[in-house]
């Protein structure tokens, strides 16, 4: 996907004119790709930095485990989970 967005990207005349049907679908199209690219990058980072953060806790100690079970159900880590997997699939 990223691919071939990037390819789409690079291949756009640089001349934009937003008075044309084409110039303003070239504006749509790329801010619907920079969209996707910022939610991407979002999905990633949650994706990673949690499991990261799950993986320090629970080698952090005898009640490691528990508190990494209270961290992965913290709401509010719960709430950027949920996101992250929006920004994936959407």
């Not at 619907?32 to 629970?58: D, P, S």
């Amino acid at each position: 996907l990223m691919v071939g967005t990037a390819s789409g990207v690079i291949s756009m005349k640089k001349d934009i004119n937003f008075q044309t049907y084409e110039g303003v679908m070239q504006l749509v199209s790329f801010s619907l790709m920079a969209i996707v690219l910022f939610l991407n990058v979002i999905a990633t980072y949650v994706g990673v930095a949690q499991i990261y953060h799950v993986y320090r806790l629970e080698t952090a100690g005898p009640t490691g485990f528990e508190m990494a079970t209270s961290y992965y159900l913290n709401p509010n880590i719960v709430a950027w989970r949920h996101l992250a997997v929006k920004c994936m699939l959407n």
